[in-house]
């Protein structure tokens, strides 16, 4: 899938969308995007002007959107979006540098009703600078946009 395909599925858009591309798709199982980390990247972090990362929590962002992907492709969840409701188990081994490619791989782990939990492991060159367990409740798009538009207080 390329970005346009992902957009289809997602609601997320740049410069809030952080997965190039889906290269691997079992719908409701399982997918693997890709992230390739540009030196001006919005999601870049400069540590005391010396060198620029990718900020962990955009890291998470990223392995959040392709389990959605896994989650939102299957045909009997179209329509809807999920929203994160938990972090488990998150370990940062190592920062992600301007450069590097990010393979995140993500699986769902359990699926009940509209709550589910996705493992994912973000990847470069072979090795795992990144895991964490995800836990996400799935949500009708038009039931989450009329709610947030009740709530809009015209300020």
């Given amino acids: ?89 998150a370990r940062f081994y190592r920062y992600v540098l301007p450069g590097e490619e990010v393979r995140i791989e993500a699986e769902i782990v359990t699926m009940k009703k509209k709550f589910g939990k996705r493992r994912c492991q973000a990847i470069v060159e072979g090795d795992v600078v990144a895991e964490a367990d995800l836990l996400f409740v799935l949500l009708e798009a038009a039931a989450m946009e009329r709610e947030v538009s009740g709530r809009d207080t015209g300020s």
Avoid: W, Y
């Fill in 1 to 89: 899938m390329d970005q346009a395909q992902i957009e289809a599925v997602i609601p997320h858009r740049p410069p809030f969308l952080l997965v190039d591309k889906i290269i691997e798709l079992a719908p409701g199982r399982h997918a693997v995007g890709l992230k390739k980390v540009c030196d001006n990247d919005s999601c870049l972090l400069a540590l005391c002007n010396v060198k620029r990362i990718m900020s962990g929590a955009l890291l998470l962002e990223a392995m959040a959107q392709v389990g959605a992907v896994a989650v939102l492709s299957h045909p009997e969840h179209r329509g809807k979006i999920t929203l994160m409701t938990g972090i488990e188990n």
